[in-house]
Protein backbone atom coordinates (compact mmCIF):
# COMPACT_ATOMS: atom_id res chain seq x y z
CA UNK A 1 0.00 0.00 0.00
CA UNK A 2 1.44 3.67 -0.63
CA UNK A 3 1.32 5.74 2.13
CA UNK A 4 1.39 9.60 1.53
CA UNK A 5 1.35 13.19 3.53
CA UNK A 6 -0.40 15.95 2.31
CA UNK A 7 -1.63 19.03 3.56
CA UNK A 8 -5.01 20.44 2.95
CA UNK A 9 -8.67 20.97 4.22
CA UNK A 10 -10.88 18.12 4.79
CA UNK A 11 -13.30 19.38 3.56
CA UNK A 12 -12.09 20.27 0.26
CA UNK A 13 -10.15 17.25 -0.53
CA UNK A 14 -11.53 14.27 -3.07
CA UNK A 15 -11.67 10.72 -1.45
CA UNK A 16 -13.39 7.63 -2.14
CA UNK A 17 -13.81 7.70 1.61
CA UNK A 18 -12.55 9.75 4.63
CA UNK A 19 -11.79 8.26 8.10
CA UNK A 20 -12.61 9.77 11.11
CA UNK A 21 -13.24 9.02 14.75
CA UNK A 22 -15.69 9.51 17.17
CA UNK A 23 -15.37 9.34 21.11
CA UNK A 24 -18.34 7.84 23.30
CA UNK A 25 -20.45 10.70 25.13
CA UNK A 26 -21.83 13.82 24.40
CA UNK A 27 -18.36 15.80 24.09
CA UNK A 28 -17.87 12.75 21.14
CA UNK A 29 -17.32 15.08 17.66
CA UNK A 30 -14.04 16.52 18.33
CA UNK A 31 -11.22 17.59 15.58
CA UNK A 32 -11.58 16.38 11.50
CA UNK A 33 -15.35 15.24 12.45
CA UNK A 34 -16.30 18.73 13.75
CA UNK A 35 -14.86 20.31 10.82
CA UNK A 36 -16.69 17.56 8.53
CA UNK A 37 -20.06 17.93 10.61
CA UNK A 38 -20.00 21.84 10.30
CA UNK A 39 -19.77 21.31 6.59
CA UNK A 40 -22.37 18.38 6.28
CA UNK A 41 -24.97 20.75 8.62
CA UNK A 42 -24.28 18.04 11.57
CA UNK A 43 -24.55 14.94 9.42
CA UNK A 44 -22.20 13.43 11.82
CA UNK A 45 -24.38 14.61 15.40
CA UNK A 46 -27.76 13.84 13.96
CA UNK A 47 -26.10 9.89 13.36
CA UNK A 48 -25.30 10.28 17.34
CA UNK A 49 -28.09 11.40 18.30
CA UNK A 50 -30.48 9.26 17.08
CA UNK A 51 -28.47 5.97 18.99
CA UNK A 52 -27.28 4.27 15.62
CA UNK A 53 -23.62 4.96 16.67
CA UNK A 54 -22.69 5.42 20.01
CA UNK A 55 -18.69 5.96 19.67
CA UNK A 56 -18.73 2.36 21.06
CA UNK A 57 -14.84 1.29 20.84
CA UNK A 58 -14.00 -0.25 17.28
CA UNK A 59 -17.51 -0.40 16.00
CA UNK A 60 -17.88 1.41 12.50
CA UNK A 61 -20.73 3.37 10.67
CA UNK A 62 -20.27 4.20 6.88
CA UNK A 63 -22.21 7.17 5.22
CA UNK A 64 -22.36 7.82 1.81
CA UNK A 65 -21.83 10.78 -0.11
CA UNK A 66 -23.22 14.45 1.88
CA UNK A 67 -23.61 18.08 0.49
CA UNK A 68 -20.41 20.16 1.35
CA UNK A 69 -18.00 18.01 1.30
CA UNK A 70 -16.09 16.66 -1.67
CA UNK A 71 -14.85 12.82 -0.41
CA UNK A 72 -17.58 10.19 -1.75
CA UNK A 73 -18.31 8.52 2.13
CA UNK A 74 -17.09 9.05 5.39
CA UNK A 75 -16.53 6.28 7.71
CA UNK A 76 -17.04 6.56 11.80
CA UNK A 77 -14.89 5.03 13.80
CA UNK A 78 -15.58 4.48 17.72
CA UNK A 79 -12.90 5.44 19.54
CA UNK A 80 -14.78 4.69 23.07
CA UNK A 81 -15.01 7.06 26.26
CA UNK A 82 -12.00 9.10 25.97
CA UNK A 83 -10.86 9.14 29.47
CA UNK A 84 -10.16 5.53 28.83
CA UNK A 85 -8.56 6.06 25.54
CA UNK A 86 -4.75 5.14 24.75
CA UNK A 87 -1.93 4.95 22.27
CA UNK A 88 -2.80 1.45 21.96
CA UNK A 89 -6.67 1.70 21.64
CA UNK A 90 -5.64 4.16 18.55
CA UNK A 91 -3.63 1.67 17.02
CA UNK A 92 -6.46 -0.47 17.41
CA UNK A 93 -9.24 1.89 15.53
CA UNK A 94 -7.21 2.46 13.07
CA UNK A 95 -6.96 -0.65 12.29
CA UNK A 96 -10.50 -1.69 12.11
CA UNK A 97 -11.79 1.32 9.73
CA UNK A 98 -8.59 0.03 7.48
CA UNK A 99 -10.09 -3.59 7.39
CA UNK A 100 -13.69 -2.17 6.69
CA UNK A 101 -12.41 -0.33 3.96
CA UNK A 102 -10.55 -2.49 2.65
CA UNK A 103 -13.86 -5.51 2.86
CA UNK A 104 -15.70 -2.54 1.13
CA UNK A 105 -13.87 -3.60 -1.90
CA UNK A 106 -12.37 0.51 -1.89
CA UNK A 107 -8.74 1.40 -3.15
CA UNK A 108 -7.97 4.51 -1.20
CA UNK A 109 -8.77 6.37 1.81
CA UNK A 110 -7.70 9.57 3.75
CA UNK A 111 -7.42 10.11 7.46
CA UNK A 112 -7.05 13.10 9.09
CA UNK A 113 -4.13 13.86 11.71
CA UNK A 114 -7.03 15.16 13.59
CA UNK A 115 -8.55 11.99 13.39
CA UNK A 116 -8.29 12.15 17.59
CA UNK A 117 -7.30 15.37 18.99
CA UNK A 118 -6.00 14.63 22.65
CA UNK A 119 -3.81 16.66 24.99
CA UNK A 120 -2.04 14.01 26.54
CA UNK A 121 -1.12 12.75 22.94
CA UNK A 122 1.43 14.50 20.20
CA UNK A 123 0.68 14.88 16.76
CA UNK A 124 3.75 12.48 16.55
CA UNK A 125 2.52 10.12 18.28
CA UNK A 126 -0.78 10.23 17.24
CA UNK A 127 0.61 9.79 12.96
CA UNK A 128 2.80 7.14 14.23
CA UNK A 129 0.01 4.86 15.89
CA UNK A 130 -1.98 5.80 13.43
CA UNK A 131 -0.02 4.50 10.63
CA UNK A 132 0.97 0.91 12.71
CA UNK A 133 -2.44 0.18 13.29
CA UNK A 134 -3.20 0.51 9.77
CA UNK A 135 -0.22 -1.56 8.01
CA UNK A 136 -0.73 -3.97 10.99
CA UNK A 137 -4.08 -4.56 10.87
CA UNK A 138 -4.25 -5.10 7.13
CA UNK A 139 -1.30 -7.99 7.48
CA UNK A 140 -2.18 -11.28 5.50
CA UNK A 141 0.27 -14.13 4.48
CA UNK A 142 -0.88 -15.44 1.75
CA UNK A 143 2.65 -17.01 0.01
CA UNK A 144 1.56 -20.53 -0.34
CA UNK A 145 -1.91 -19.42 -1.86
CA UNK A 146 -2.34 -20.23 -5.66
CA UNK A 147 -2.71 -17.23 -7.80
CA UNK A 148 -6.15 -17.88 -8.28
CA UNK A 149 -6.69 -17.64 -4.35
CA UNK A 150 -4.65 -14.33 -4.05
CA UNK A 151 -6.79 -12.55 -6.94
CA UNK A 152 -10.03 -12.85 -4.42
CA UNK A 153 -7.90 -10.82 -2.41
CA UNK A 154 -9.39 -7.09 -1.52
CA UNK A 155 -6.57 -4.66 -1.68
CA UNK A 156 -5.72 -1.10 -0.56
CA UNK A 157 -3.84 0.40 -2.68
CA UNK A 158 -3.28 3.87 -1.09
CA UNK A 159 -3.45 5.92 1.91
CA UNK A 160 -2.98 9.68 2.30
CA UNK A 161 -2.33 11.52 6.14
CA UNK A 162 -3.90 14.58 5.89
CA UNK A 163 -1.92 17.86 7.71
CA UNK A 164 -3.72 20.90 8.70
CA UNK A 165 -0.74 23.31 7.99
CA UNK A 166 2.86 23.29 6.66
CA UNK A 167 4.34 22.91 10.13
CA UNK A 168 2.55 19.60 11.01
CA UNK A 169 3.47 18.03 7.43
CA UNK A 170 7.16 18.32 8.11
CA UNK A 171 6.69 16.69 11.55
CA UNK A 172 4.36 13.66 11.02
CA UNK A 173 5.89 12.79 7.39
CA UNK A 174 8.81 11.84 9.38
CA UNK A 175 6.98 9.91 11.43
CA UNK A 176 4.50 8.53 9.49
CA UNK A 177 7.98 6.10 7.49
CA UNK A 178 9.40 5.74 10.93
CA UNK A 179 5.81 4.07 11.56
CA UNK A 180 5.85 2.11 8.03
CA UNK A 181 9.48 1.10 8.91
CA UNK A 182 8.85 -0.44 12.05
CA UNK A 183 5.97 -2.48 10.86
CA UNK A 184 7.70 -3.91 7.89
CA UNK A 185 10.05 -4.98 10.68
CA UNK A 186 7.07 -6.51 12.45
CA UNK A 187 5.81 -8.10 9.07
CA UNK A 188 9.42 -9.62 8.28
CA UNK A 189 9.26 -11.55 11.74
CA UNK A 190 5.45 -12.65 10.96
CA UNK A 191 6.25 -13.65 7.68
CA UNK A 192 8.80 -16.20 8.89
CA UNK A 193 6.78 -17.33 11.79
CA UNK A 194 3.97 -18.44 9.07
CA UNK A 195 6.03 -20.11 7.03
CA UNK A 196 5.84 -23.56 7.02
CA UNK A 197 9.10 -25.51 8.44
CA UNK A 198 10.02 -27.43 5.42
CA UNK A 199 10.42 -23.56 3.81
CA UNK A 200 11.88 -21.80 6.95
CA UNK A 201 14.69 -24.18 7.71
CA UNK A 202 17.80 -22.52 9.12
CA UNK A 203 19.36 -22.26 5.79
CA UNK A 204 16.22 -20.28 5.05
CA UNK A 205 16.14 -18.01 7.73
CA UNK A 206 20.36 -16.94 7.42
CA UNK A 207 19.63 -16.25 3.60
CA UNK A 208 16.70 -14.00 4.95
CA UNK A 209 19.63 -12.56 7.12
CA UNK A 210 21.98 -12.32 4.65
CA UNK A 211 19.53 -10.67 2.48
CA UNK A 212 18.69 -8.16 5.33
CA UNK A 213 21.90 -6.99 5.64
CA UNK A 214 22.69 -6.36 1.98
CA UNK A 215 19.85 -4.36 1.41
CA UNK A 216 20.30 -2.28 4.74
CA UNK A 217 23.98 -2.24 4.68
CA UNK A 218 24.35 -4.51 8.42
CA UNK A 219 27.43 -6.86 8.50
CA UNK A 220 25.61 -10.41 8.13
CA UNK A 221 28.48 -13.87 9.10
CA UNK A 222 26.97 -17.09 9.43
CA UNK A 223 28.55 -20.43 10.78
CA UNK A 224 27.95 -23.80 10.15
CA UNK A 225 28.40 -26.52 11.85
CA UNK A 226 32.39 -27.20 11.90
CA UNK A 227 32.56 -23.54 12.29
CA UNK A 228 30.60 -23.39 15.82
CA UNK A 229 32.15 -26.86 16.52
CA UNK A 230 35.81 -25.33 16.48
CA UNK A 231 34.14 -22.75 18.93
CA UNK A 232 32.86 -25.53 21.24
CA UNK A 233 29.22 -24.74 21.40
CA UNK A 234 28.46 -28.49 22.14
CA UNK A 235 24.89 -27.76 23.67
CA UNK A 236 23.63 -25.46 20.34
CA UNK A 237 25.14 -28.50 18.25
CA UNK A 238 23.73 -31.55 20.72
CA UNK A 239 19.86 -30.28 19.73
CA UNK A 240 21.64 -29.79 16.04
CA UNK A 241 22.98 -33.12 15.81
CA UNK A 242 19.10 -35.35 15.41
CA UNK A 243 18.02 -33.21 12.12
CA UNK A 244 19.33 -33.95 8.33
CA UNK A 245 18.98 -29.86 8.41
CA UNK A 246 22.34 -28.51 8.83
CA UNK A 247 22.17 -25.67 11.65
CA UNK A 248 23.20 -22.15 11.45
CA UNK A 249 24.31 -19.56 13.63
CA UNK A 250 23.64 -16.42 12.59
CA UNK A 251 25.30 -12.74 13.88
CA UNK A 252 24.37 -9.48 12.39
CA UNK A 253 25.93 -6.54 13.07
CA UNK A 254 24.43 -2.60 12.81
CA UNK A 255 26.97 0.22 13.99
CA UNK A 256 25.80 3.08 13.34
CA UNK A 257 27.03 6.09 11.58
CA UNK A 258 27.07 8.56 14.69
CA UNK A 259 26.49 7.03 18.10
CA UNK A 260 24.66 8.70 20.77
CA UNK A 261 26.24 5.99 23.59
CA UNK A 262 29.04 3.73 22.67
CA UNK A 263 26.70 0.80 24.30
CA UNK A 264 26.47 -2.43 22.65
CA UNK A 265 23.37 -4.24 22.91
CA UNK A 266 23.26 -7.12 22.05
CA UNK A 267 20.00 -9.03 21.00
CA UNK A 268 19.52 -12.65 20.65
CA UNK A 269 16.44 -14.78 19.75
CA UNK A 270 15.38 -18.65 19.83
CA UNK A 271 15.34 -20.33 16.29
CA UNK A 272 14.22 -23.69 16.44
CA UNK A 273 13.26 -23.91 13.43
CA UNK A 274 10.66 -26.92 14.00
CA UNK A 275 10.35 -28.39 17.31
CA UNK A 276 8.71 -32.11 17.80
CA UNK A 277 10.42 -32.58 21.28
CA UNK A 278 13.08 -34.56 20.08
CA UNK A 279 13.33 -38.11 21.87
CA UNK A 280 10.98 -36.37 24.51
CA UNK A 281 8.30 -35.99 21.68
CA UNK A 282 5.32 -33.62 22.13
CA UNK A 283 1.69 -34.69 21.89
CA UNK A 284 0.70 -34.43 18.18
CA UNK A 285 -2.17 -32.36 18.82
CA UNK A 286 -1.12 -28.91 17.64
CA UNK A 287 2.58 -29.99 17.01
CA UNK A 288 1.75 -27.69 13.64
CA UNK A 289 1.96 -24.67 15.74
CA UNK A 290 5.48 -25.74 16.61
CA UNK A 291 6.89 -23.83 13.18
CA UNK A 292 6.56 -21.13 15.45
CA UNK A 293 9.73 -22.44 18.05
CA UNK A 294 11.78 -19.78 15.82
CA UNK A 295 9.91 -16.90 16.69
CA UNK A 296 12.16 -15.05 18.83
CA UNK A 297 14.99 -15.47 16.34
CA UNK A 298 12.29 -13.97 13.61
CA UNK A 299 11.78 -11.14 15.84
CA UNK A 300 15.64 -10.45 15.74
CA UNK A 301 15.90 -10.07 12.33
CA UNK A 302 12.79 -7.61 12.23
CA UNK A 303 14.44 -5.72 15.03
CA UNK A 304 17.85 -5.61 13.02
CA UNK A 305 16.20 -4.29 9.75
CA UNK A 306 14.52 -1.79 11.37
CA UNK A 307 16.88 -0.39 13.56
CA UNK A 308 19.05 -0.32 10.51
CA UNK A 309 16.32 1.17 8.15
CA UNK A 310 15.72 4.21 11.07
CA UNK A 311 19.56 4.50 11.33
CA UNK A 312 19.61 4.74 15.19
CA UNK A 313 22.31 6.04 16.94
CA UNK A 314 23.08 2.87 19.28
CA UNK A 315 25.30 -0.09 18.26
CA UNK A 316 23.02 -3.65 18.20
CA UNK A 317 24.25 -6.77 17.07
CA UNK A 318 21.59 -10.15 16.78
CA UNK A 319 22.60 -13.77 17.38
CA UNK A 320 19.83 -16.37 16.37
CA UNK A 321 21.24 -19.86 16.66
CA UNK A 322 18.78 -21.73 14.56
CA UNK A 323 17.98 -25.66 14.03
CA UNK A 324 15.21 -28.35 14.04
CA UNK A 325 14.47 -30.21 17.24
CA UNK A 326 13.55 -33.33 15.40
CA UNK A 327 14.07 -37.10 16.95
CA UNK A 328 16.59 -39.46 15.50
CA UNK A 329 18.74 -42.07 15.83
CA UNK A 330 21.74 -39.67 16.52
CA UNK A 331 19.31 -37.56 18.42
CA UNK A 332 20.38 -36.31 22.29
CA UNK A 333 18.70 -38.67 24.44
CA UNK A 334 17.03 -38.15 27.75
CA UNK A 335 20.47 -38.42 30.66
CA UNK A 336 22.61 -37.54 27.80
CA UNK A 337 25.34 -35.00 28.90
CA UNK A 338 27.20 -32.24 26.69
CA UNK A 339 29.50 -29.57 27.18
CA UNK A 340 28.57 -25.87 26.49
CA UNK A 341 30.83 -23.08 24.77
CA UNK A 342 31.81 -22.15 28.51
CA UNK A 343 32.41 -25.20 29.31
CA UNK A 344 29.85 -25.56 31.86
CA UNK A 345 28.28 -29.06 31.54
CA UNK A 346 24.70 -29.79 31.70
CA UNK A 347 22.61 -33.07 31.98
CA UNK A 348 19.60 -33.21 29.80
CA UNK A 349 16.76 -34.56 31.39
CA UNK A 350 13.97 -33.59 28.50
CA UNK A 351 15.19 -32.90 25.19
CA UNK A 352 11.86 -31.16 24.57
CA UNK A 353 13.74 -27.88 26.98
CA UNK A 354 15.77 -27.58 24.10
CA UNK A 355 15.59 -23.95 23.58
CA UNK A 356 17.46 -23.08 26.32
CA UNK A 357 20.52 -24.99 25.54
CA UNK A 358 20.89 -23.22 22.32
CA UNK A 359 20.79 -19.77 23.86
CA UNK A 360 23.42 -20.59 26.19
CA UNK A 361 25.69 -20.93 23.82
CA UNK A 362 24.31 -18.15 21.85
CA UNK A 363 24.50 -15.69 24.90
CA UNK A 364 28.29 -16.77 26.13
CA UNK A 365 29.22 -16.17 22.31
CA UNK A 366 27.25 -12.46 22.86
CA UNK A 367 29.53 -11.58 26.34
CA UNK A 368 32.36 -11.50 23.53
CA UNK A 369 31.28 -8.22 22.57
CA UNK A 370 31.57 -6.77 25.72
CA UNK A 371 27.59 -5.20 25.59
CA UNK A 372 26.45 -3.05 27.99
CA UNK A 373 23.55 -5.03 27.63
CA UNK A 374 22.06 -8.38 26.77
CA UNK A 375 18.30 -9.39 25.68
CA UNK A 376 16.95 -12.41 24.42
CA UNK A 377 13.59 -13.30 23.13
CA UNK A 378 12.54 -17.15 22.98
CA UNK A 379 9.48 -19.15 23.09
CA UNK A 380 11.15 -20.54 25.80
CA UNK A 381 7.72 -22.83 27.93
CA UNK A 382 4.45 -23.73 28.10
CA UNK A 383 4.85 -22.71 31.60
CA UNK A 384 5.15 -18.95 31.23
CA UNK A 385 1.64 -19.15 29.32
CA UNK A 386 -0.08 -21.55 32.31
CA UNK A 387 1.19 -18.90 33.94
CA UNK A 388 0.47 -15.45 32.05
CA UNK A 389 -1.85 -16.84 29.59
CA UNK A 390 -1.77 -15.61 25.64
CA UNK A 391 -0.88 -12.08 25.67
CA UNK A 392 1.90 -11.32 28.26
CA UNK A 393 5.79 -12.05 27.82
CA UNK A 394 7.25 -13.67 31.24
CA UNK A 395 10.20 -10.94 32.08
CA UNK A 396 13.47 -12.18 34.22
CA UNK A 397 16.90 -10.41 34.59
CA UNK A 398 19.69 -9.46 36.53
CA UNK A 399 19.08 -5.81 35.91
CA UNK A 400 16.29 -4.00 37.80
CA UNK A 401 17.56 -0.30 35.26
CA UNK A 402 17.31 -2.76 31.96
CA UNK A 403 14.03 -4.03 33.02
CA UNK A 404 12.60 -0.45 33.83
CA UNK A 405 13.35 0.32 30.13
CA UNK A 406 11.47 -2.73 28.78
CA UNK A 407 8.68 -2.01 30.95
CA UNK A 408 8.78 2.03 29.69
CA UNK A 409 8.48 0.26 25.89
CA UNK A 410 6.15 -2.13 27.62
CA UNK A 411 3.56 0.84 28.15
CA UNK A 412 4.48 2.61 24.91
CA UNK A 413 3.77 -0.14 22.14
CA UNK A 414 1.29 -1.71 23.80
CA UNK A 415 3.43 -5.48 23.77
CA UNK A 416 2.92 -6.54 27.40
CA UNK A 417 5.38 -7.76 29.61
CA UNK A 418 5.14 -9.02 33.48
CA UNK A 419 8.45 -9.53 35.57
CA UNK A 420 9.08 -12.79 37.81
CA UNK A 421 11.74 -13.27 40.12
CA UNK A 422 15.13 -15.36 39.70
CA UNK A 423 15.46 -15.66 43.34
CA UNK A 424 18.53 -17.99 44.18
CA UNK A 425 16.33 -21.33 45.64
CA UNK A 426 15.38 -21.76 41.77
CA UNK A 427 18.76 -22.20 41.12
CA UNK A 428 18.31 -25.25 43.88
CA UNK A 429 16.07 -27.22 41.39
CA UNK A 430 18.97 -27.19 38.85
CA UNK A 431 20.93 -29.03 40.87
CA UNK A 432 22.34 -32.49 39.54
CA UNK A 433 23.77 -35.33 40.45
CA UNK A 434 26.43 -35.94 37.51
CA UNK A 435 26.69 -32.47 35.87
CA UNK A 436 27.09 -28.98 36.84
CA UNK A 437 23.00 -27.85 36.10
CA UNK A 438 20.12 -29.60 34.73
CA UNK A 439 18.27 -28.70 31.66
CA UNK A 440 14.83 -29.22 33.78
CA UNK A 441 14.07 -28.30 37.11
CA UNK A 442 10.73 -30.64 37.05
CA UNK A 443 6.98 -28.94 36.93
CA UNK A 444 7.25 -26.41 39.50
CA UNK A 445 7.49 -23.14 38.41
CA UNK A 446 8.49 -23.70 34.82
CA UNK A 447 9.29 -20.33 33.48
CA UNK A 448 11.12 -19.22 36.23
CA UNK A 449 13.63 -22.24 36.21
CA UNK A 450 13.86 -22.03 32.30
CA UNK A 451 15.29 -18.16 32.88
CA UNK A 452 17.32 -19.20 35.60
CA UNK A 453 19.27 -21.90 33.29
CA UNK A 454 19.93 -19.19 31.01
CA UNK A 455 21.32 -16.48 33.74
CA UNK A 456 23.99 -19.21 34.63
CA UNK A 457 25.47 -18.26 31.25
CA UNK A 458 24.71 -14.46 30.57
CA UNK A 459 27.05 -13.92 33.43
CA UNK A 460 27.67 -10.78 35.26
CA UNK A 461 26.48 -8.65 32.13
CA UNK A 462 23.12 -6.91 32.29
CA UNK A 463 20.85 -8.90 31.09
CA UNK A 464 17.04 -10.16 30.36
CA UNK A 465 15.33 -12.93 29.42
CA UNK A 466 11.46 -12.73 27.59
CA UNK A 467 9.89 -15.71 27.66
CA UNK A 468 7.27 -14.58 24.35
CA UNK A 469 5.86 -18.40 24.15
CA UNK A 470 2.40 -16.90 24.57
CA UNK A 471 2.14 -13.94 22.66
CA UNK A 472 3.79 -15.05 19.79
CA UNK A 473 1.08 -16.07 18.16
CA UNK A 474 -3.33 -15.29 18.67
CA UNK A 475 -5.71 -17.76 17.59
CA UNK A 476 -8.12 -15.12 16.60
CA UNK A 477 -8.50 -11.46 15.05
CA UNK A 478 -7.29 -8.72 17.62
CA UNK A 479 -7.74 -5.34 17.14
CA UNK A 480 -4.61 -4.73 14.88
CA UNK A 481 -2.97 -7.78 14.16
CA UNK A 482 -4.52 -10.66 12.37
CA UNK A 483 -5.19 -13.96 13.77
CA UNK A 484 -1.49 -16.08 13.51
CA UNK A 485 2.12 -14.68 13.81
CA UNK A 486 2.17 -11.69 15.85
CA UNK A 487 5.42 -10.20 15.85
CA UNK A 488 5.65 -10.12 19.14
CA UNK A 489 8.85 -8.21 20.24
CA UNK A 490 10.00 -5.71 17.39
CA UNK A 491 8.17 -3.48 18.04
CA UNK A 492 9.10 -3.73 22.08
CA UNK A 493 12.78 -3.76 21.61
CA UNK A 494 12.87 -1.00 18.63
CA UNK A 495 11.03 1.44 20.64
CA UNK A 496 13.85 0.15 23.82
CA UNK A 497 17.14 0.63 21.33
CA UNK A 498 14.68 3.97 19.78
CA UNK A 499 15.33 5.84 23.39
CA UNK A 500 18.49 4.45 24.42
CA UNK A 501 19.98 6.92 26.22
CA UNK A 502 23.23 4.97 27.71
CA UNK A 503 22.70 1.90 30.26
CA UNK A 504 23.14 4.36 33.00
CA UNK A 505 20.03 6.48 31.45
Known sequence: MNLTVEQGAITDIQAAVIMLGIFAG??????????????????????????????????????????????????????????????????????????????????????????????????????????????????AFDEFKTDSEKKKKKVIESCTILAENRQELVKIHDAAHKARALAEGVYLARDLVSRPANSATPTFIAHTAQAVAKRWKLTCRVLGEAQVRKLGMGCFLGVAQGSREPARFIILDYVPKKARTHDTVVIVGKAI??????ISLKPPQGMERMKDDMAGGAA???????????????????????????????????????????????EIISTDAEGRLILADALIHAKHYKPAAIIDLATLTGACITALGNDVAGMMGTDEHLMKKIKAASEATGEKVWQLPLWEEYGELLKSEIADIKNVGGRDAGAITGGYFLKEFAGDIPWVHLDIAGPVWTEKDKPYIPKGATGFGVRLLVNVLENWRGMKN
Request: hydrophobic share 45%; no cysteine.
Open 26 to 139: DDGIAGASRAVDRATSGMIKKITASGDFTGELYRTVLVYKTRGIKAERVLLVGLGKRKEFTLDRLRGAASSGARFIREMGLKQFLLPLSFVQLSTISSVNTVRALVEGIFLGLY
Open 300 to 346: VLGILQTVAQLALPVHVVGIVPATENVPDGAALKPGDVITSMSGKTV
Open 273 to 278: TFDSGG
